[in-house]
């Protein structure tokens, strides 16, 4: 076994933040190979592996531990202390049949519903509005849609406020190296709306308010583990949040995807005009476009992997974008082409923005379907329910940048409601 090739330094913490997503990318193809080490968050070594066959060992339990290896600083602000992201085995199980069970075939159909619905109500503000940046436009509406499918009371004047502290949090994974300016106010964000949860999970519990059955709000308020104890109330609001939290973020997918649609003005006909083309659309913008960049774990046995061994107890880092972007995964994968979802055979190991492997037992996003529905509706609605203009702005896309955005958030005006007056 050959031994692993590393990026030199002590601590490149510093490198991965100013080169962003291309960091792995950057470094694999000066190094000449596909698995290497770097010392990051305070020098701690860690192998970076990336492609298939590097997500597929990344959610193998029986190898790699996830438990304790988030930053302090991402679950402080991001993730929680205590949420389903941070712990492993039993525990993780039995908390993650929770969450799929709100998976169900009229949830899922009721959040299609909501995006649909919420999107043409949202109509006439947006023709009022001189100009409309997307990016801040979606967070608000999508905060809507998840607080009602979670079946979380949120008064219409707290709807703004939600929405914000909801992005401030997402936003501070630009924290991921230690100390950032946003920090106090991402850990303010999150202590106000754990507030604001854990009283609907404690006046839930008393019986003072009642969220329907099979909302998010109501399973995890009466939900028991399997030693057949009530979740605390903090770690449920936690984790109630957390069924909610990521449909706010596919904010970001949003812009992307408009900016996707200006970009390859076709796209807009296809998905008015061919039945599955808005979910091949979705699909290739959550491929295409940079959103989580990578995931840390923790090999626990010593590894062979690709010729190198990585030793028991050694870091390891899963390449979120480059897998998405590796040649050997896909075919001319730096161009836009829904396309090639037609054949995709639904691999969980290598369309992975949000993580990847099995959605019963290890870490992918249980939201995942969610997020592809809401985005296909909002698709469709701004390809077939609204015609706008794209005035002239910056639609810079920085790679260098964590996490990724459309630098202008895609900004539209002359928003117009499409009506058929034949």
Request: with cysteine.
């Amino acid at each position: 076994m050959a031994s692993l090739k590393r990026d030199k330094g002590l601590d490149n913490t510093l490198k991965v933040m100013k080169q962003g997503y291309l960091y792995t990318t950057n470094q694999r193809n000066r190094l000449n190979t596909t698995v290497f080490e770097t010392k990051v968050l305070g020098g701690k070594p860690f192998a970076v592996v990336t492609g298939k066959e590097g997500a597929e060992m990344f959610y193998n339990n029986e190898i790699v531990q996830r438990e304790g290896m988030l930053p302090k600083r991402i679950v402080n602000t991001l993730f929680g202390k205590g949420a389903i992201h941070t712990i492993d085995g039993k525990k993780h199980i039995d908390r993650k049949a929770l969450f799929m069970s709100l998976m169900t075939e009229g949830n899922l159909n009721y959040v299609r519903e909501l995006t649909r619905t919420l999107w043409q109500a949202n109509t006439q503000r947006m023709e009022s509005m001189d100009q409309v940046n997307i990016y801040r436009e979606s967070i608000v509406l999508l905060t809507k849609v998840g607080t009602r499918w979670a079946g979380v009371q949120a008064p219409p004047e707290d709807i703004e406020r939600i929405a914000t502290d909801m992005d401030i949090m997402i936003d501070s994974f630009k924290g991921l190296g230690g100390v950032f300016k946003g920090y106090k106010e991402s850990k303010a964000a999150r202590r106000r709306v754990e507030d604001w949860l854990e009283e609907q999970i404690l006046e839930t519990r008393k019986g003072n308010i009642h969220p329907p059955e099979g909302t998010a709000l109501y399973e995890f308020a009466h939900w028991e583990d399997y030693l057949g104890n009530p979740m605390d109330s903090r770690n449920c609001a936690i984790d109630l949040m957390n069924t909610f939290r990521p449909l706010i973020a596919i904010n970001r997918f949003v812009s992307f995807g408009l900016l996707a649609m200006h970009d390859n003005p076709i796209s807009r006909e296809k998905i008015k005009s061919e039945p599955d083309y808005a979910y091949k659309f979705a699909q290739e913008v959550r491929r295409f476009y940079p959103f989580v960049p990578f995931l840390p774990g923790k090999a626990k046995v010593d590894i062979d992997f690709q010729g190198v061994t990585i030793p028991a107890g050694h870091g390891l880092a899963l390449d979120v974008y480059g897998t998405m972007h590796d040649e050997t995964v896909w075919e001319d994968p730096n161009e836009f082409r829904p396309e090639r979802f037609e054949d995709w055979d639904g691999s969980p190991f290598d369309l992975i923005p949000q993580g990847g492997g099995d959605y019963w037992t290890n870490h992918r996003c249980a939201g995942e379907w969610i997020t592809v529905i809401i985005m296909e509706e909002t698709m469709k609605y701004f390809a077939e329910k609204v015609t706008y203009d794209v005035p002239e702005q910056d639609l810079t896309v920085d790679l260098n940048s964590i996490p990724g955005y459309v630098k202008s958030g895609f900004i539209i005006s002359n928003v117009q409601e499409v009506v058929d007056r034949k």
